[in-house]
């Protein structure tokens, strides 16, 4: 396990993310060193936050895996990448007062895991994370995924093109 945690990580499990948890949503939201390498600023104001909620989070279609951990501390999710319906995208975000706890690694495999049970179409679950994210870097590969290599120039991220570094699962690897 990394670092230490009083969290039994054990314990951690995935439901919609929803009004009543803006409180745990602003603990992330309002994280500077999280927003780094994030599209969004830090949200000033709980309403700002309750907007992105009511906006984009709630009318996400059934099993579109927007999901958050009961200890409110991860929004972890995963949406189809276009038409291209046999790939998934995986994203998360944890306050920084939680890194180095093992939580983001309990939480990614946990997603994956019932991604893949829930979308039976997706062969293969992506990653994208910024070449200065190690952190990042190191959950993903923790939790089963493979880098795959490194697109230059490929996002563009608060006026500043960034290059990012892929990782795969593919159903086939994800414990069952």
Known sequence: MEGSSDIDLSKISLRPLGLADIDDFMVWGTDEKVAI???WEPYATKEEALNYIKE??????PGSGQSALTTGQLVPFCSNSGS????GELGYVLGSKYWGKGIATQAVKLVADTIFKEW???????????VDNVGSQRVLEKSGFLRE?????FFILKGR???????????????A
């Open 37 to 39: 390498f994030c599209t």
């Open 120 to 130: 039976t179409h997706l062969e293969r679950l992506e990653a994208f994370v910024d």
């Open 149 to 153: 290599g490194v697109l230059r120039k």
């Open 161 to 175: 093109t960034r290059d990012m570094v892929i990782f795969s699962l593919l159903s086939t690897e994800c414990e």
């Open 56 to 61: 984009k989070i709630l009318p996400q279609t």
């Open 84 to 87: 291209d319906r046999c790939r």
